[in-house]
């Protein structure tokens, strides 16, 4: 695990990016794996302006986001899909096919997740992963447990990560869905290579268990340190407690 602190969120963020732009630009049929939430916001925003200064060609790279409400997809106000048309979709030249987000609002939802692991397989699963981390350690939605799925699977949400998703729904946490559809671990750690982005004094805590921590599925962020190929980008903040 290749742990590096940077002064500032957007420098940590700016840091990944830059780590994206090299793998495109030697790969451009780059299989990268997405997330969403407020830390990748800024690393967004350099793939964007990269990609219109000419620094960053899309066209052949195919995305699979991490994770997506149950109930919601395209065109809903909350939905990771749109989160993501927002923030990344809408502004590089990805092919709108080869831009997945699972279908929170597919009426079957076992087809659904049977469907994305098989889209993911047919590419040759992940070349790089983006990983945020939530406050009780989670992955995707790969919430604390006794035990973890290896596969894309349907998920009940803790409290704290409703709250934590709150501000996509008006702040009202009791709007955000109790359950979701996540990429399982298995895949996420089956990925050739992930970045681990964590900013912010309140993912101190468990940005320290994670890296330092015993391996457990009760923080499931621990189990990076059985990959062999991560790199965790951290500000001040969440570093304040290694
Ligand atoms: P955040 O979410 O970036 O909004 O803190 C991270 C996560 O829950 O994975």
Not at 77 to 84: E, I, L, Q
Not at 165 to 175: K, M, P, Y
Request: positive net charge.
């Amino acid at each position: 695990m290749h742990i590096s602190t940077y002064s500032t969120a957007d420098r940590a963020a700016r840091a990944s990016a830059t780590r994206v732009l090299e793998c495109l630009r030697t790969h451009p049929s780059l299989v990268l794996g997405l997330p969403t939430g407020l830390t990748p916001v800024p690393l967004y925003r350099a793939l964007v302006r990269a990609h219109q200064l000419g620094r960053a060609d899309f066209s052949q790279a195919t995305t699979f986001n991490l994770d997506e409400f149950l109930g919601l997809g395209r065109g809903d106000a909350g939905s990771y899909r749109t989160f993501m048309d927002t923030h990344l979709f809408a502004h590089v030249n990805l092919p709108p096919r080869r831009a997945h987000v699972l279908d929170g609002r597919a009426k079957d939802w076992r087809a659904e997740v049977k469907a994305y692991d098989a889209r993911i397989q047919r590419v040759g699963g992940l070349d790089l992963v983006i990983l945020g981390i939530g406050r009780n350690g989670h992955l995707g939605f790969n919430e604390p447990g006794p035990t973890l799925a290896a596969r894309t699977h349907r998920v009940r949400l803790r409290t704290a990560t409703r709250r934590a998703n709150a501000g996509l729904f008006e702040g009202d946490w009791r709007r955000v869905p109790t359950h979701a559809l996540s990429m399982g671990i298995g895949t996420i750690l089956g990925a050739r290579e992930i970045i681990l982005l964590a900013t912010g004094q309140t993912k101190a805590r468990i940005v320290a268990r994670a890296l330092h921590g015993p391996i457990t599925t009760r923080v499931p962020a621990s189990l990076l340190q059985a990959h062999p190929n991560v790199a965790v980008c951290l500000d001040r903040d969440a570093a304040s407690a290694l």
